[in-house]
């Protein structure tokens, strides 16, 4: 089916790029053959407000969208550099003009964004294209606020509560990178004996008499039931839904 636009034109710094930039990216998707990414701001040093650089920022974005979205830098997918211009809004809506010149010869092309505030007029700089408005899905973030958790002394998860996240994260090991090897870590109330948690590399097997599987402590002389199917911004395995099926079936 023909899509409505050939590309769909994305502008943003992306410092960093979260999940509402994802949000509307995948929008674009849907209505474009092709996204054209802009960053901005390639040329700054590091700041506060500009912490990563155009190669860290273009990483991110292309590791969010390849997997699993499926869509493929030079394909579905095009991330340009844009520097920034001070004082001078007509040398910077020129270059972006440009950009897009050297990306498609083709007219049938969208801008998309959202005007959350005053620092969104520069949608309304190119009106030879049709402007597509959406709301991003930003789950409650904002660069912004990224930006100042990621510099407190706390940290990003300062402040996160289980029920924030919807999901408890837990650790029984931690890899010593400079011995090498993992070090056990537990907790062993005093005050509640039942709380006591397994200590070192937890993981899965599965019991082949009673067909169920459980959770122990690593062994090198057990087969280990977890397969590793993402590992560094890369798919590891595959496996269809029937042979996930199959294998949920075991009880």
């Given at each position: ?48 407000k500009n912490p990563f650089s155009f190669d860290e920022r ?120 400079s011995r090498g090897e993992w070090i056990g870590i537990a ?65």
């Open positions: 089916m023909k899509k409505k636009y050939d590309v769909a034109v994305f502008i943003g710094r992306f410092q960093p790029f979260h999940n509402g930039h994802l949000s509307v990216v995948l929008k674009a998707k849907e209505i474009a053959d092709t996204v054209l990414i802009i960053v901005g701001s390639v040329d700054k040093p590091r700041t506060y273009k990483e991110m974005i292309e590791k969010s969208l390849r997997y699993p979205h499926g869509i493929e830098v030079g394909k579905d997918l095009v991330i340009r550099g844009n520097v920034d211009t001070i004082y001078n809004d007509t040398a910077w809506a020129t270059r972006i003009q440009e950009i897009v010149s050297d990306t498609t010869q083709r007219n049938n092309v969208c801008l998309i964004g959202h005007k959350k505030d005053d620092s969104s007029y520069y949608l309304d700089m190119f009106p030879q294209w049709h402007l597509e408005e959406v709301e991003a899905e930003e789950y409650g973030l904002s660069a912004t606020e990224i930006r100042e958790k990621y510099f407190s002394e706390e940290g990003l998860f300062s402040g996160v509560k289980v029920d924030d996240q919807k999901f408890a994260m837990k650790a029984s090991a931690v890899f010593d990178r907790k062993d109330p005093i005050t509640d004996f039942g709380k006591k948690s397994k200590q070192g590399r937890v993981t899965c097997y599965f019991d082949e008499f009673n067909g169920s599987y459980y959770s122990d402590i690593e062994h090198t002389d057990k087969r280990d039931a977890l397969v590793t199917v993402y590992h560094n911004g890369f798919p590891q395995s595959q496996s269809t839904f029937a042979e996930i099926r199959a294998r949920s079936n075991k009880k």
